[in-house]
């Protein structure tokens, strides 16, 4: 079953000579409206009439988060905000804020975006589908919802929080569809599973979609068992939409990418050159339909190949496999976007501390923890514990208020962090 | 006042067995060791002979070791003879941050306590004999 079969089935063909007239329109619309696409493209020495065939689009300049920041808050809008209806946001704990707006049209192609992976998971208009995403600014609770709407399922916008309270509902409303990161499912099948129920026989739901931060393959099994569901992994990001930019069917070996509203490219994280498909390298989008922000080659820096095999499901849209890192040392933790940048930021305003630090991350019952490893410097007074612990708890509520996210201080002896030739290994993923 | 020596230790298996060795490989004896725990780390407290030299064996065992100037206070040891220097310490305002004691040889007690360096006056003026440190422990040459 596909929520939209002529789409999702659609000849290769006929799918590229649609993306060919949408890319055209697409950056003549991004180009003509965006000041600043205008201004790269001028000094790339290429203009929207350069781009006669799909391929075209590589002489086109890149556009990375960074160009967001400085464009904040509207700078990258290509329509007034009289059709803009609504306005999303990043965390913006880099320091800036990076804005995406979004239309009429850009909320209802979103919508049909996220359903096409609700059907992929079984549901269809009978559905009731629980979205325990958060809603907010971040895009993943009102992307879920959306694609539960144009699909017409039953949504219950449980959002995040409140474990004991999902369950019930998830047993109570007889809940066939889950929508939130996959920590917090196998959170949510934990909670249940403490609570004296086993989900996977006694409750109804079948499905489950999930997305917004990496998920190891142990961990996926360990949901499909416990909740006894199908998995399906969902790619976006708010930069250029939100949830359902790409997602995973019945056949779960990597994500039907929307190439009706998006055209990936593969590039070499160093040369920027594209490489072929099936290899690796990192993931480039050029929006093909968005009104209000569209994006021309837009570097997310998440590494992934395209598998552009048939798929058995019989969708004609190429694949991509799932996110297997990051081209910079982003990190995700509880959804939350931190860049070890802004730790060292922290740390150097306080010179009770070396700037030698590390990064440890964890995962206990269900949940990313981060700590941080950082040395005092000679001339702090170790002998008292309460200028210790006065240290640790200010510049936890430092990273704290600048993180948005809680970060365990372990004051370590002197050399144990490496002091590495060249790069440091300043991060330690153990999760 | 007199110099302690001050060592932070993670709470790991063995890290105070590795000051006392670091300790002993140096060939420097120790008078006194009081350790102050918590839940994440401790820290412990030395007074022992040549306390620069010893901090630098420390910090070259890669441990975080550094003196901190104390003081060493002489009071008779007899019932009592801490609580007389407490209720001092109290009426004058003097904040301890933390204190233990040892015995030197038959000459009584010797009380080491963590106040302002600006307490030795007063301290001095209420009739406290304040130890030397040549008298505790052998200096360092430097």
């Given amino acids: 079953m596909y929520y939209q079969p002529e789409i999702e089935t659609m000849p290769r063909e006929q799918l590229r000579e649609l993306q060919l007239t949408r890319m055209k329109w697409s950056v003549k619309h991004a180009y003509e409206n965006i000041d600043f696409v205008k201004k790269i493209c001028d000094e790339a020495g290429v203009c929207p009439s350069d781009l006669n065939s799909l391929e075209d689009i590589t002489k086109f300049p890149f556009m990375v988060k960074q160009d967001m920041r400085d464009a904040y808050p509207f700078g990258l809008f290509a329509v007034p905000m009289h059709d803009v209806k609504r306005i999303h946001a990043s965390s913006g704990t880099t320091g800036q804020a990076t804005t995406t707006g979004h239309t009429t049209n850009d909320l209802a192609y979103w919508g049909d975006c996220f359903a096409r992976g609700i059907y992929m998971v079984g549901g269809s208009q009978d559905s009731v589908i629980q979205v325990s995403y958060g809603y907010g600014l971040f895009t993943g609770g009102l992307g879920a919802h959306a694609g539960g709407e144009a699909v017409g399922c039953a949504v219950i916008p449980t959002s995040s929080g409140n474990t004991k309270r999902q369950v019930q509902i998830m047993k109570d409303f007889g809940t066939d569809i889950l929508a939130c990161t996959p920590s917090y499912a196998l959170y949510i099948a934990d909670t249940a599973i403490e609570l004296g129920y086993d989900p996977a026989k006694e409750f109804k739901i079948s499905g489950v979609i999930l997305g917004a931060e990496p998920a190891s393959e142990n961990m996926r099994q360990e949901i499909r068992d416990k909740l006894g569901v199908q998995y399906c992994d969902v790619y976006g990001l708010s930069e250029v939409m939100g949830p359902g930019v790409a997602m995973e069917c019945e056949v779960a070996n990597g994500l039907h990418f929307a190439e009706d509203h998006f055209y990936p490219e593969i590039v070499d994280p160093d040369t920027l050159e594209p490489v072929p498909d099936g290899e690796y390298g990192e993931l480039v989008i050029t929006t093909l339909t968005r009104e209000a922000c569209p994006l021309v080659r837009y570097r997310t820096r998440d590494v992934t190949r395209i598998i552009s095999e048939p798929c058995p499901c019989g969708r004609t849209h190429r694949k991509i496999d799932r996110i297997v890192g990051r081209t910079d040392d982003m990190m995700i933790i509880r959804g939350v976007n931190v860049f070890p940048s802004q730790i060292e930021q922290v740390i150097t305003a306080f010179p009770e501390v070396a700037t030698h630090y590390q990064i440890v991350l964890t995962r206990e019952a269900q949940l990313d923890k981060i700590a941080l490893n950082v040395e005092t410097e000679p001339d702090f007074p170790i002998d008292e514990i309460r200028k210790i612990e006065d240290l640790k708890r200010r510049l936890g509520a430092e990273l704290k208020s600048n993180l948005q996210v809680q970060v365990d201080i372990n004051l370590v002896e002197p050399k144990t962090i490496a002091r590495s030739e060249g790069k440091a290994k300043r991060i330690l993923d153990l999760r | ?142």
């Fill in chain 2, 1 to 142: 006042m007199i110099d302690q020596l001050s060592v932070f230790l993670p709470n790991k298996k063995g890290t105070l067995s590795s000051v006392a060795a670091a300790l002993s490989e140096a060939d420097i004896n120790m008078h006194a060791l009081a350790i102050a725990d918590t839940a994440e780390y401790g820290i412990v407290r030395i007074i022992c002979d040549t306390p620069r030299a010893a901090a630098q064996a420390l910090a070259d065992a890669g441990l975080r070791a550094t003196t901190t100037p104390v003081f060493a206070v002489r009071v008779p040891n007899t019932p009592g003879g801490l609580t007389q220097l407490l209720s001092f310490c109290e009426e004058k305002e003097l904040n301890i941050e933390y204190g233990y004691c040892f015995l030197l040889g038959d000459e009584g007690a010797i009380d080491v306590l963590k106040i302002d360096a600006a307490a030795e006056d007063v301290l001095r003026e209420g009739g406290f004999e304040m130890v030397s440190p040549e008298e505790i422990y052998q200096l360092d040459n430097a």
